[in-house]
Antibody, heavy 122, light 110 residues
């Protein structure tokens, strides 16, 4: 059974870079035609797609975050990572990683990691 | 402000049926498949429906999805207290080149 687990600092200072890693278990990140995505949810608010990466390294990003986001993949460790630069308090959120099934017009996220809360504060 | 519209809340008694609408446009729902997610309190979202009306393995047939034009609907029959959760629709928006989620609908079992 495929499982995903987010890890990284729970507190980041304003203007610094948020860094998270998602470790995939129960399956290989490079098997199958899957993307791997990051989604966040601000406290008490809805879901926002951040971006996704293919195992080969191709990336797609939310246009509103694109200038600050880097997503990378480490197939040898079955992980993919998120970096969000120049963070502000509005980047405080629960960050989820998920497998992103994306074939033409077909698009969905499953399964999801349990999520990790990142607070931006000095 | 989401490009998808959902009612903030719906409610019904146990055993009854609820429907949740998700309204969009030709750039999203009208030309891309819709998925639905259930988020139980304090947990991560879980895929309920993909490709408008397909259920992943393990999702009971009490949950159903449909799409007509630029709107999609999630139906839940035989409502149970365990169905109390937030439900989100999601789809690709070809104009925004963005995967968009609806604002979510809270389901309450009376």
């Amino acid at each position: 059974q495929l499982q995903l687990q987010e890890s990284g600092p729970g507190l980041v200072k304003p203007s610094e870079t948020l860094s998270l890693t998602c470790t995939v278990s129960g399956g290989s990140i490079s098997s199958g035609s899957y993307y791997w995505g990051w989604i966040r949810q601000s406290p008490g608010k809805g879901l926002e797609w951040i971006g996704s990466i293919y195992y080969s390294g191709s990336t797609y990003f939310n246009p509103s975050l694109k200038s600050r986001v880097t997503i990378s993949v480490d197939t040898s460790n079955n992980q993919f990572s998120l970096k969000l630069s120049s963070v502000t308090a509005t980047d405080t959120a629960v960050y989820y990683c998920a497998r992103h099934e994306w074939f033409g017009w077909e698009n969905w996220f499953a399964p999801w990691g349990q999520g990790t809360l990142v607070t931006v504060s000095s | 402000q989401s490009v998808l519209t959902q009612p903030p809340s719906v409610s019904a008694a146990p055993g009854q049926k609820v429907t949740i609408s998700c309204s969009g446009s030709s750039s999203n729902i009208g030309n891309n498949y819709v998925s639905w997610y259930q988020q139980l309190p304090g947990t991560a979202p879980k895929l309920l429906i993909y490709n408008n009306n397909e259920r992943p393995s393990g999702i009971p047939d009490r949950f159903s999805g449909s799409r007509s034009g630029t709107s999609a609907t999630l139906g839940i029959t035989g409502l149970q207290t365990g169905d109390e959760a937030d439900y989100y629709c999601g789809t690709w928006d070809s104009s925004l080149t963005d995967y968009v989620f609806g604002p979510g609908t809270k389901v309450t079992v009376l």
